[in-house]
């Protein structure tokens, strides 16, 4: 069963009710924010369950349920933590969430392979679950290695050594850079002001150019006695 790409936000419970032989759900792509504690019940023959690309930050359902899932995808939600235990499960993947533990890698005795890349494990960390996985025969989803990054095969870490004060510098220069910026922008602003200040300034020049040449006309003209020859704007200045 796949209700993947629309827009759900929970699932309730008992929302499965009667799917006791359903084997596949796919729930990728959605709005998912909470699961209740009951929201699987009867899928006591479920063996891969995708979550993926939701908005979760927890599991609040019995897991206890899931008697027989063997394949769980998590990728891409709002994991901090997870400590869920499942204890059929050969597969997991837990990928881009902001996980600093993984306290559940423990525990899950049948677990086979896992995806745990793009989280916030601390470089020490990371060294202590790879050597768990390494011992204990589970294996590792690894990623090109970025040589800017700290890692370990490819997953990135966050070294707890950095201090803040490393960081100082950088901030400085950024610093720098936005007070640049808002000058830039400020002088930017100025130039506009100005412009139109000398636009309007050519505007009333003008204007006070035709009065003085109407003015001019109008002197003339009465001296030399010519009014009946005024034009229309004349007489509208005069």
């Not at 479920?46 to 899932?69: A, C, Q, R």
């Not at 890349?117 to 996985?133: A, G, H, Q, T, V």
């Not at 204007?207 to 109407?214: E, G, L, T």
């Amino acid at each position: 069963l796949s209700i993947a790409y629309n827009d759900l936000k929970t699932i309730p419970d008992d929302c499965f009710k009667g799917l006791t032989s359903l084997k596949t759900l796919i729930l990728r792509q959605n709005n998912i924010t909470r699961l209740y504690r009951n929201s699987f019940k009867d899928l006591i023959g479920l063996s891969y369950l995708d979550i993926s690309y939701n908005k979760l930050k927890e599991i609040s359902t019995n897991v206890e349920l899931l008697t027989n899932l063997k394949i769980l995808e998590l990728q891409y939600n709002y994991f901090i933590k997870f400590d869920y235990v499942f204890p059929t499960l050969k597969m997991l993947s837990i990928r881009g969430n902001s996980l600093k533990e993984l306290k559940a890698l423990y525990n899950m005795s049948n677990l086979n392979l896992i995806d745990f890349r793009e989280n916030d494990f601390s470089c020490k960390y990371l060294w202590s679950i790879l050597n768990f996985c390494t011992k204990n025969n589970k294996k590792f989803v690894k990623s090109v290695p970025n040589p800017n990054v700290r890692h370990y095969y490819g997953i990135n870490c966050f070294d707890e050594s950095s201090s803040s004060e490393n960081w100082t510098p950088y901030l400085d220069q950024l610093n720098k850079g936005v007070d640049n910026f808002n000058l830039t922008l400020k002088n930017k602003r100025n130039f506009h002001s100005g412009i139109q200040n000398l636009s309007d300034l050519i505007e009333k020049i003008k204007d006070a150019r035709i009065i003085v040449d109407f003015s001019r006309s109008i002197h003339v003209k009465k001296h030399y006695e010519e009014l009946n020859k005024m034009s229309v704007s004349e007489i509208l200045l005069l």
